[in-house]
């Protein structure tokens, strides 16, 4: 028994898992030879159920998966494995669901970071009192990766002595500063193995 890690460019599309065999059929090939799939993560259960607003309580997860519903000699039963972290939901019977019948019932948690969407988006890069800016246009952010989010004072930002240059011009730049630092850094990396320092 060995694991075996692949990649595919279809996990990472904006596609739900519904149009697998048409967008990724030779990932759905793959894994339709599976005895079993297991899906882990509130975005790969959403992207499962088509992230639609269904009826949690009329819908069955068999239904909300499509074309991926286990069939005979076709597709393999599935696992899905998730914290939820949004409103779908679905395959949950009605007495499972606790009342809530006034605001002392309801636990509020401020621990749920926002996801950002950002448009119009840049990518700057500095190289000693140079930079360059990458359009990267929209860009999402989950909200757990945000450390710290500022706004730029374009008065005080012209103040700086920082000279703009061309993309190409400033991706040269930071590929050779990063060649110098390798190079001192295994430059010092010898020195401290010639003092006995391993």
């Known amino acids: 028994?060995?694991?075996?890690?692949?990649?595919?460019?279809?996990?990472t599309s904006p596609y739900s898992y519904w149009h697998m065999s048409e967008k990724a059929p030779d990932l759905y090939l793959n894994l339709s030879k599976s005895s079993l799939i297991i899906y882990k993560g509130d975005l790969n259960y959403r992207k499962l159920v088509y992230d639609c607003k269904w009826s949690i309580t009329n819908?069955?997860?068999?239904?909300?998966?499509?074309?991926?519903?286990?069939?005979?000699d076709s597709s393999p039963p599935l696992l899905a494995l998730r914290t939820c972290k949004a409103e779908v939901l679905v395959g949950i019977e009605e007495s499972r669901i606790p009342p809530f019948d006034d605001e002392?019932?309801?636990?509020?948690?401020?621990?749920?970071?926002?996801?950002?969407?950002?448009?119009?988006?840049?990518?700057?890069?500095?190289?000693?009192d140079a930079y360059g800016d990458i359009p990267r246009g929209i860009f999402i952010i989950r909200g757990e990766n945000?450390?710290?989010?500022?706004?730029?004072?374009?008065?005080?930002?012209?103040?700086?002595?920082?000279?703009?240059?061309?993309?190409?011009?400033?991706?040269?730049?930071?590929?050779?500063?990063?060649?110098?630092?390798?190079?001192?850094e295994k430059l010092k990396n010898k020195l401290l193995h010639d003092q006995g320092f391993s």
């Open 59 to 72: 819908t069955s997860f068999k239904e909300a998966i499509g074309p991926l519903a286990s069939k005979k």
């Open 1 to 11: 028994n060995q694991w075996i890690i692949e990649t595919h460019y279809f996990w």
């Open 104 to 128: 002392k019932d309801w636990i509020l948690v401020d621990s749920v970071d926002p996801n950002l969407v950002l448009q119009d988006t840049i990518e700057r890069i500095y190289v000693g």
């Open 146 to 184: 945000v450390v710290l989010l500022g706004e730029i004072d374009l008065d005080k930002e012209d103040e700086v002595p920082l000279r703009q240059v061309p993309v190409e011009e400033i991706l040269i730049a930071q590929r050779e500063e990063m060649e110098a630092r390798q190079r001192r």
